[in-house]
């Protein structure tokens, strides 16, 4: 094959790593044009970046059990979710890894940079001796529902939720 | 109204409190009694206890963002469930609140431990800054479907699981 010819599998693989602080404003940009739809973004990235985004990094930080992740592709910050690990006692004292906040630029959406977060995620969560990973999504999102399917996920449960 | 008219308003209210590692059997069993429908309980609250519930249980005692809960009835463990607060970026970096292994004695369901259980889940979230409560039901579970509903849970997302 001439070196000419670009297939998919010279895509860049995108590099899956922890934020760090100076992630902290693209990170909230990606969260901002992710909200689901029909709803009206309430994220601002700033300039300036609010004190509130500083102190849950900090908190997130601080915290074992949690990772604020991003992907990086030719550099750049292109997708991010958030990697948690929840001990319990059920499933003779089972972990469960949870991902939440899954976010991908929309020019980058369908070219593997979801599957690499998901691939990092459940090496991540067997590397921690978690039975099972798991994640909610909005029911308004077939797309994701096909993607997280494809990827060997099953929608067992009903997804929850009540604001305070 | 005489006196030996026993109206609802008098059953007793759950104490809702941590569990210390001398209700872990009793949170074992209850879990086991919980099993989803259609699977078979891996859990065993022995005697023995496995050291794999202990570890567990330190687990979770070590960790500021998660308590396993009991609900206490007439001084009896009759219900338990796990409480989780995850930090988070977005939402100005709220906080997210979540419930896991929500179980109630098979003899004392029906009877307002369950509601006890999340109204104390409610408060506690609230306390913490949390601006939702979450929590996954299996699909199979109609009846705790309702009950959800009627707390004023939205069914707003489809759960995915995999397991590892």
New interface residues.
Partial sequence: MPSWVVSESVLPQPVIRRASVHD?PR??DL?RGGAAPGTEP???PGPPL?Q??L???A??DA?P??D?MVAECDGHVEGTF?F?C?????????????V??VHVAAAWRGRGIGEAMMRWA?DE??SRG??????????ARADA?RF?RR??????????????
């Fill in positions: 902290l990170v909230v969260i309430e994220d601002d609010a509130a985004y102190d849950a990094f908190a997130i915290d059990n949690t604020l958030q948690t929840i001990p319990g006692i059920g499933h003779r004292g089972g972990r469960v890894a949870q939440e906040s459940m969560a067997r978690c039975f099972r990973l798991q994640l909610t999504s909005n029911k529902h997280y990827l060997g996920f099953t929608a067992s449960h009903e997804g929850f939720k009540i604001l305070l």
